[in-house]
Nanobody, 118 residues
Framework: QVRLVESGGGLVQAGGSLRLSCTAS????????MGWYRQAPGKQRDLVAR???????NYADSVKGRFTISRDSAKNTVYLQMNSLKPEDTAVYYC????????????WGQGTQVTVSS
């Protein structure tokens, strides 16, 4: 089991920055992958960025060059630094953790609202 607690959302003007934090209830290197998803009203939940326990990172094309995912193992925390924010980045952002053993399991945080005004 993994519990995830997010923080850092809010309201920001276009071009601004925010940093989201996701703190896990266990050592993040024991989690096979952690990532951030987002869901705008009326749309599906999409992957924003993901980092594996081995350090492999991937980003959605729409955020490449603007968002950075990182981690601090001492704090069991994964971050999402979001720069050059656009109104289309407005969404609820969810932290996700994946364990692949003994079975593939998904865990989600409660979500944090990010609103970018134009």
């Amino acid at each position: 089991q993994v519990r995830l607690v997010e923080s850092g959302g809010g309201l920001v003007q276009a071009g601004g920055s925010l940093r989201l934090s996701c703190t896990a209830s266990r050592n993040i290197f024991s989690i096979d992958a952690m990532g951030w998803y987002r869901q705008a009203p009326g749309k599906q939940r999409d992957l924003v960025a993901r980092i594996t326990s081995g350090g492999n990172i991937n980003y959605a094309d729409s955020v490449k060059g603007r968002f950075t995912i990182s981690r601090d193992s001492a704090k069991n925390t994964v971050y999402l630094q979001m720069n050059s924010l656009k109104p289309e980045d407005t969404a609820v952002y969810y932290c996700n953790a994946i364990l692949v053993a003994p079975t593939i399991s998904d865990f989600w945080g409660q979500g944090t609202q990010v609103t970018v005004s134009s």
